[in-house]
């Protein structure tokens, strides 16, 4: 490991922002209606994840009405209210839940099934027929009060897996606009989907929607396939997208991967960092920088990340005096068992490698599970050497842009990526990695590390094209593309 502590420090300050190109805006008749079950409203505290932030500036840059769960559950179905906020250009419309059906729709099937069967976890499932009741109850509520605001020229856009029967709901509430479904997360191999005992009723509520847009072409070619599948359908590619004619239906899916607000991020970057991070950047001491930041979900790889790092570390244990990891792994979900179980792993790796490697002077490893904030996130980001975005499955990942997006493209870090993200379909030029392989992933952090600076510059180059191709206002603008499309 002797290049390591030789290499240069490369904490410099990122070059200034350019702020995007202004883009055509899709001309929509009506109104926007954007629903999700979590709304990022201007007078709350939103937690971290990546649909409330992407939608968050999609909205903001358009306008239009923001549909989700207002945070209170009542206890009777009466007691439901629908409170109106506005802020600047958008009217958010937040919902209450009853409370009786809000265990069974979020962690029991949102979070219990759907999640662990769309990331490939069929194993993790936890099902219960009763909360699929709940999941639809829940997914009326909503359909009710979208249909009661909806007007016939009026644009509806749903978002994930929380809210699958959502299209099926509103037609059958007399909705006959535009209805389109955007999938944050990866869509199964079919036999993974057929793993959920009402995988058919889903699929032909998803048929219901005029439009699905997913992340990449592996889960559009899986959804469409998937649906065309079950009900003995047909599938025909057009262009980017597959169509599927099944169920006496006929629905568009298209791979319209997300992106982030890159001016936004970069724009973090010109106000001052807080003291923690100039404090941290003084604690480096020539010390290289390696940088996570994932929700604490099984998804993420977190114990395949850490697991890599201790190999790394045990290989040459020299090398805990030259680099510090700082990963930021916020808890999420903390009462669905899983997590509990992947915090536990994760957190039993993280000491042992703090027992192992830590010494009076200093640690390899800095492992944070409370959230950070975000204009510290990007300086942190700013200032390392390396990032690891190494999830397991991962619908795109927002972080791999974010930390590419910071970048001094003079002097950038290296993106080591798993190759099971989103976000590898497109960002080739990280270094991509089977984040299972811990001897590969161990190579990687050691080539990142090592990789000299032309290398470097030319895969930020490139990869930074993808990021701005796929900015969150022109992924917005994509969207609303293809649902008018549906109207003309
Ligand atoms: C879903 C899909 C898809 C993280 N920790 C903190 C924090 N974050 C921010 C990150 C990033 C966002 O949260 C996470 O986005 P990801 O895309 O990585 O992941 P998910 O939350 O799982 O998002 C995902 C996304 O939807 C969008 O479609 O990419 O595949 O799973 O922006 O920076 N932000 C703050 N403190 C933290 O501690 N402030």
């Known amino acids: 490991m002797a290049g390591l502590s030789a290499l240069s420090n490369t904490i410099t300050r990122p070059e200034p922002p350019q702020d995007a190109p202004v883009l055509p805006r899709v001309e929509l008749d009506g109104r926007l209606i954007a629903v999700s079950n979590r709304v990022a409203r201007p007078s709350g505290t939103t937690s971290p994840g990546g649909l409330a932030q992407a939608l968050g500036e999609a909205l903001k840059a358009r306008g239009g009405t923001w549909v989700g769960w207002s945070g209170q559950l009542v206890a009777s179905r009466e007691a439901v209210e629908l409170d109106l906020e506005m802020d600047d250009d958008v009217v958010y419309a937040l919902l209450d839940l009853f409370d009786a059906d809000f265990q069974g729709y979020y962690e029991g099937y949102a979070n219990g099934v759907l999640w662990p069967i769309f990331h490939g976890r069929p194993d993790l499932s936890v099902h219960d027929a009763a909360d699929f009741e709940a999941y639809k109850a829940i997914n009326r509520a909503f359909a009710e009060a979208v249909a009661r605001m909806a007007g016939p020229e009026d644009t509806i856009w749903v978002h994930d897996y929380q809210l699958l029967m ?14 389109g479904l955007f999938l944050h997360i990866p869509f199964p191999y079919n036999d993974v989907f057929r793993t959920i005992p009402e995988a058919e009723e889903i699929a032909r509520a998803l048929v219901k929607f005029d439009t699905i847009g997913v992340q990449t072409t592996r889960d559009a070619r899986n959804l469409a396939e998937c649906l065309a599948g079950m009900g003995e359908g047909t599938v025909h590619r057009r262009g980017k997208a597959f169509e599927a004619h099944v169920f006496g239906e006929h629905v568009r899916v298209v791979p ?24 941290f950047s003084r604690g480096l001491a020539g010390r290289r920088s390696l940088i996570g930041v994932d929700r604490l979900d099984y998804s993420k790889g977190l114990p395949q990340k850490l697991q890599a790092f201790h190999q790394f570390l045990t290989e040459d244990p020299s090398r805990a005096r030259d680099v510090v990891l700082t990963q930021i792994a916020p808890i999420s979900r903390g009462s669905v068992k899983a997590y ?4 536990r792993e994760v957190e039993a790796i993280a000491g042992c490698i703090a027992g192992m490697f830590t010494s009076l002077t200093c640690s390899p490893l800095n492992f944070l599970t409370r959230p950070v904030e975000r204009g510290t996130i990007a300086h942190l980001m700013a200032r390392s050497d390396v990032a690891l975005v190494t999830p397991i499955a991962d619908g795109m990942n927002l972080v791999a842009k974010e930390y590419v997006a910071v970048q001094n493209p003079r002097n950038p870090g290296v993106l080591v990526l798993s190759e099971f993200a989103g976000a590898a379909e ?3 030029d990280a270094l991509l990695v089977n984040p299972h392989d811990t001897d590969a992933l161990s190579e990687a952090i050691e080539r990142a590390l090592s990789m000299p600076l032309g290398e470097r510059r030319d895969r930020h180059a490139a990869l930074m094209d993808v990021v701005r191709d796929t900015d969150i206002a022109r992924w917005s603008e994509a969207c609303l593309a293809e649902l008018s499309a549906v109207k003309a």
């Open 166 to 179: 959502l299209g099926e709901m509103l037609r059958e509430a007399g909705v006959s606009t535009t209805i």
């Open 426 to 428: 497109a960002m080739t």
């Open 256 to 279: 319209l991967p997300i992106g982030i607000d890159v001016a936004g991020i970069q724009r973090l970057l010109r106000v001052p960092p807080s003291s923690d991070v100039v404090d």
């Open 340 to 343: 509990e179980k992947t915090r």
